[in-house]
């Protein structure tokens, strides 16, 4: 199982909306068959070990991160291949949480007289899945809020001077994140105050530029804005309130969206995303976009660099005020992990509401 998760990493950032998928086929202590989902709308990792098994599939067992599909989609079931090869034992990571499947490919393999082994390494298997399990589940993207700041919580000094927080090493493993995701969220105010382009630089093989999502409630960006006049590294979301009217560059791929509201409302425009097919979005704006997902319980993981500086009092902290009373309201993480990336520090873990 620990050589499916492996085999599933390798299609990050290839598979979205799909879930990351490694199989391996083992029989009398050998490995015949292995392969991996490497894009959406591709062959399942499971027809990929079939193939490279061929007839010596039969009798042999079959190992998967993630409950085998049993409907048609892009591509047909993979229960029907599997009990057509004459696999006599599955052993699986966990259910798939699509409700088109949720149990009943396990079961289409039980009535097939196969055996089946679940929940074997679940917790790796869910770990992998976290961005898919949250997108199929509730239509919305996975929510990374990705922040770097001072020992003392700062992003910036007094003078709003931020270049740069981090070190090389630390802004290079952002890049790379950011091209595994579907989407890169601020505000206006970072356009405003550092006009990015909000790429992936360099961009990894094979990957694609995610779509770039912009949160302007009183359409105070200029029309001058690199974002909106980079069309050929990928497209722009430019979310507004109701009645703001903004004046657009040529380029086709400035998407403007018009909140129902004044205000935008947080929930409202994941699930808007959601229902583009946007399974991810990493969160890069400042202190109040932050803010505001933060009180509204909008983000799933925390992704924390933390710098060796000092910039004290006067510098801009991470968060905005959340008007906590005692101590024990304040949100804990959970799950936290740990890591040196140069001479920074990576702080990841999981807000106590995810």
């Known amino acids: 199982m620990q050589r499916c998760i492996d085999l599933a990493m390798r299609g990050r950032g290839l598979t979205s ?75 699986v990571g966990m259910e798939d949480p699509n409700p088109k499947v949720a149990g009943k490919g396990m079961r289409q393999l039980l009535d097939a007289d196969i055996e089946v082994v679940g929940g074997v390494c679940e917790q790796q298997a869910r770990s992998i899945n976290e961005i898919f399990i949250k997108y199929i589940s509730t239509k ?49 105010g970072t356009i405003i105050h550092d006009d990015p382009l909000l790429t992936a630089r360099p961009l990894p093989e094979r990957l694609t530029q995610p779509t770039r999502i912009i949160l302007d409630g009183r359409g105070r960006i200029p029309i001058t804005a690199k974002i909106l006049n980079s069309s050929e590294f990928s497209p722009v979301i430019w979310v507004v309130g109701q009645d703001v009217q903004v004046e657009t560059t040529d380029s ?27 399974t991810s979005v990493m969160l890069e704006g400042g202190p109040t976009l932050a ?44 799950s936290v992990q740990l890591r040196q990336v140069g001479e920074d520090f990576c702080f990841e873990g999981y807000p106590s509401w995810s």
Request: hydrophobic share 40%; aromatic share 6%; glycine share 10%.
């Open 252 to 278: 086709s791929e400035v998407t403007v969206v018009h909140a129902p509201d004044p205000t935008i409302d947080i929930n409202w425009v994941l699930s808007c995303l959601g229902q583009q097919g946007i």
């Open 17 to 91: 909306p799909n879930p990351l998928v490694g199989s391996v086929i083992v029989k009398d202590n050998q490995v015949i068959g292995e392969g991996y989902h490497q894009k959406a709308g591709g062959r399942h990792a499971e027809v990929w070990a079939l193939e490279a098994a061929g007839e010596r599939a039969q009798g042999a067992t079959l190992y998967v991160n993630l409950e085998p599909c049993c409907h048609y989609g892009r591509t047909p079931p993979c229960t029907e291949r599997i009990i057509a090869a004459g696999i006599s034992r599955v052993v």
């Open 140 to 188: 919305k993207p996975f929510v990374l809020w990705k922040a770097a700041c001072s020992m003392d919580g700062k992003v910036a000094v007094g003078t709003g001077d931020s270049r740069w927080v981090t070190g090389k090493p630390a802004r290079a493993e952002v890049h790379r994140t950011r091209a595994m995701l579907d989407g890169i969220m601020v505000g206006s």
């Open 291 to 334: 803010t505001g997902f933060w009180q509204a319980k909008a983000i799933d993981k925390v992704q924390m660099y933390m710098a060796p500086k000092l910039v004290g009092r006067d510098g801009l902290s991470v968060l905005g005020p959340l008007h906590y009373q005692w101590m024990m309201e304040a949100t804990a993480l959970k």
